[in-house]
């Protein structure tokens, strides 16, 4: 997302504090109102939110950690993780 808004020329504070909110809210709203518009559906609050701690949750904990802790890690890989979704955009 951030290189998207780079190449867009969008103002990444905004950016950054979009995806915050986007993850939250998925996390927060999809487990409580897919059980409510979708009630045919077997699959129970815990079985919807378990992949989105997963995919969602995780990777944003550990990327401000490594941020937090380690800032010369992050700022070498960040040259390669820009590149890496670079070319998967």
Request: charged share 10%; proline share 8%; net charge positive.
């Amino acid at each position: 997302m951030p290189l998207l808004a780079e190449k867009a020329g969008a103002d990444l504070n905004y950016v950054a504090a979009y995806v915050l909110l986007a993850a939250l809210g998925a996390l927060i709203i999809l487990p409580i109102m897919i059980p409510v518009l979708a009630p045919q559906l077997t699959a129970d609050s815990w079985t919807i939110a378990r992949p989105l701690l997963f995919f969602i949750a995780l990777p944003l904990t550990v990327g401000i950690c490594v941020r937090l802790v380690t800032s010369t890690v992050s700022e070498r890989c960040h040259p390669i993780a820009k590149k890496i979704t670079g070319l998967d955009i």
